[in-house]
Structures are given as C-alpha cells and as structure tokens.
C-alpha cells in the first residue's frame, strides 16, 4: 500500500491498490453493484453505525474507496469523497460549510462556473462574496470579515496563470479561523500539494490532468483531518454528488501514468512558451517557467514544477489569435487541459464568455488572450504545427493591411 515514505510515482501506481483483498487482482476491479449484502442483520447494523464495509454505492463503493485512498495519499491528507464532476466538488465544498449570513473571500481569476455558483446561486440562500486578485496576498487578508467562513482559492489562476502565495492564504485563514480551499486543479498533486502549506481543503476537477485522456468527467474533495472529512463527506452523499464505480476506475487507471504525462506536458510547454516568447508574431507570454513571469520566484517556491498552461496573445490580438486557432492542425481547438493532447481556446468567447468584459479586464483576461495547454506528443512536432499556423497569421496580418 501507498503512504507518505514513497515518492510520487510510486504511490500514484500502487495507491488504493491491495491484491490480497480482490482475489489478487493487480487493477482494481470495479464494483458495478448499487448495493451491498451485509451477512447478518447485526453486520448491516454496525456499518450504518460506522464500522467499515460498504452500504450503497451512493454512500461508498471498492472501487471509488481505492481511488479516494490514492488521491488523499498523493495530496498528504486525511481522506477524500470523489464526485461526479469538479463542479460537484466545489458543491461538496460550499454546501458543507456555509449557511445563510456567511460570507466567502475567493480569488480572480476564478473557474468560471465557481464564480458563478458564489455570485448566482449561493447568493440565493444569503451566502455573500468578496473576489480579489490572485497575486494581492495584503488584499485576501483586509478583505476577511467576522462573517467569513472560508477562503476560497485556485493557483495558478485559470486563464491568466496569476499564482496565489499558498503560505500568505494560509496564515491570513488562519488568523481568522477559518478554512482554506484551494482548488488544486490547475497544478495537480505531482507539482503543488497545497496541504502541507496550511491548506484545509484540496479539490480537483479530475476531468483533467488526474484522469488525463479527455475521456471522463469527475472532481475529488480531500481533508487535510478527519472531522471535515466526515461533513464534506455527508454533504456529498445527501446530495448525490457522489462518483459511480466505472468513472473512479478510469480515473485510477489514469493516475497510474500521472507523473510521466505531467512531466511529459510539462517539458513541452516550457518549450514552446520559450519559442513563443521568441516569435516575432508574438505580444507577451505568461507561463509560470518564464523568468518573465511577475511570480516566477513564488511558482519556484510553491511548485515542483511550472505546468502544462500556457497564456499569450498575438501582436495583431483577437483577430490573429482566432486565424491562429482557425489553422492549427495536430493541436486541438477545444476547451479542458491537462490531457494528452494539446488543446487551444479563446478564453474570452469560450470559457470565461459568462463574465462582463469589464470584468474580465479587471482580471486580467484581455480580448486577445490565447490559452495553450500542452499535451504529450512529440514537441518537434508541436511546434511545426505552431509554424505553420503563426506563418498563416502572417500571410492574414499583411493581407489584412494591404
Ligand atoms: C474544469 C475545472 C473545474 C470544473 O470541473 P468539471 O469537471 O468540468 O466539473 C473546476 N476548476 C478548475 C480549475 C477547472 O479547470
């Protein structure tokens, strides 16, 4: 079994994973079963009164346990409650800690649908929220009130790449009391473990680089101690946001080649932002790798590692950026990160369209804003495809201003 003396890899291939407890199976079969027998009705008694064994699936499942046990390891916390979605981790999070009256501080930028379950739906049931920028730590800290009740953040910030100092948000969570999330999506556990900087709560859309071929949605809620554990845990079940059996194990196995796809994406970005940077077609790049970066040396300090996302924008800005999208051939012109394929998108008309162009500018995510994030496959050939594109921008550029 995994634990904290392995390293990374290690516990990302044999985390969750016990042979001697499914008739030697090395994967972890999956329990397509909704409900459990129990052998005797005293059995059924003790376990809905805590005594370990499964119930119903809504409430635990093998094969969700196995890849809950995984990501709680590879993260350093207590345990995790896997849901269907990341949205559905976010939920888990805002629905197990707040009532009418609370009061949120979250960063911008911000997942788009987070911001808006705050702004649109949460705001319904009294619940208010105050967003400041990712990279002001003085700002998160004035901005607690007595009624806050969590700090809610997410570095590096989604599409802008701004970085959140993890240890100036702990302190400033802990000096009022209060729980720290962090929606650790972005980085992944193999390059950011927010718990062992102060963090309270870690969630991940699992969509993404945890299950890492585009092929699932899911998100995953871990504890840094037991007791919150056990309040995300009954809110996720009551509320149904819980994963199913065949979903957790397509993750698990997508955990198991983790580290190698990240270091792998990772190696690719940091080449072609470098590239970008170079390009005569290019205005600005902004990848936590870059000495470039205004928070290059906190991205050295927090992470292991700079990522797989790139942010940038064109010289000739919206309209080069969309022929750039418009002839990319091996990359991909699609929404999500963090799988094997690169994929391009246009923050601003796509992801981040729900948000008011004003504030989208005060964010920082300017009409010609271009998100890369990297894939796996062979840079050489990632970059020819980057040529090719930019040389059509060119040729549309100089036809444009003829
Ligand atoms: C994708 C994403 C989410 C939402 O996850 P889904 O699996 O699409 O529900 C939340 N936060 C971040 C940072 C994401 O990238």
């Not at 079969?29 to 129990?38: E, G, L």
């Not at 962090?182 to 718990?195: E, S, Y």
């Not at 010289?315 to 418009?326: D, F, H, P, S």
């Not at 394929?341 to 948000?355: D, N, Q, R, V, W």
Request: hydrophobic fraction near 45%; charged fraction near 15%; include cysteine.
């Amino acid at each position: 079994m995994a634990n904290q003396t392995l390293r990374l890899n290690t516990r990302a291939i044999h985390g969750g994973l016990d042979p001697a407890a499914h008739h030697g199976a090395v994967s972890v079969p999956i329990y397509q079963s909704s409900t459990f027998a129990f052998p005797c009705a005293e059995e059924g008694a003790a376990r809905f009164a805590g005594s370990p064994g499964p119930i119903y699936t809504r409430m635990g499942n093998p094969t969700v346990q196995a890849l809950e046990s995984c990501v709680a390891d590879l993260e350093e916390g207590c345990g995790a409650v896997a849901t269907a979605t990341g949205m559905a981790a976010v939920s888990t999070v805002f629905l197990a800690l707040l009532r009418q009256g609370d009061h949120v501080v979250a960063t911008h930028p911000l997942y788009g649908a987070s911001r808006i379950l705050l702004t649109r739906y949460f705001s319904r049931f009294g619940v208010t929220s105050t967003f400041v920028a990712a990279a002001d730590a003085a700002a998160l800290a004035a901005a607690i009130r007595p009624e806050t009740r969590l700090v809610y953040i997410e570095t590096p910030a989604n599409p802008t790449l701004d970085l959140v100092d993890l240890a100036a948000a702990s302190a400033a969570a802990k000096g009022a009391g209060i729980p720290l999330v962090v929606d650790n999506t972005f980085a992944g556990p193999h390059l950011q473990q927010p718990i062992p900087w102060g963090a309270d709560i870690v969630l991940h859309s699992m969509t993404k680089s945890l299950n890492g071929h585009s092929d699932v949605v899911a998100g995953i809620v871990i504890a840094g101690e037991p007791a919150m554990l056990s309040a995300l845990r009954d809110a996720a079940i009551t509320f149904g946001l819980t994963i199913d059996p065949h979903q957790a194990w397509l993750v698990l196995r997508g955990i198991r080649t983790l580290g190698m796809r990240v270091e792998r994406a990772q190696e690719n970005a940091s080449a072609m932002a470098r590239w970008l940077e170079q390009h005569e077609e290019v205005a600005w790049v902004r990848y936590p790798g870059l000495p470039s970066h205004p928070q290059h040396d906190l991205a050295q300090r927090q992470m292991s590692g700079p990522g797989s996302v790139i942010a940038f924008e064109l010289r000739g800005g919206t309209e080069a950026g969309r022929l750039l999208m418009n002839n990319v051939r091996i990359i991909t012109l699609a929404v999500s990160l963090g799988g094997v394929e690169s994929l391009i998108e246009h923050p601003a008309s796509m992801t981040h369209k729900g948000i008011s162009e004003s504030e989208r500018r005060n964010q920082g995510i300017t009409p010609g804003l271009v998100r890369l994030a990297a894939g796996c496959e062979d840079l050489d050939d990632l970059l020819a495809d980057m040529t090719q594109a930019l040389a059509r921008v060119t040729a549309g550029t100089r036809a444009n201003s003829l």
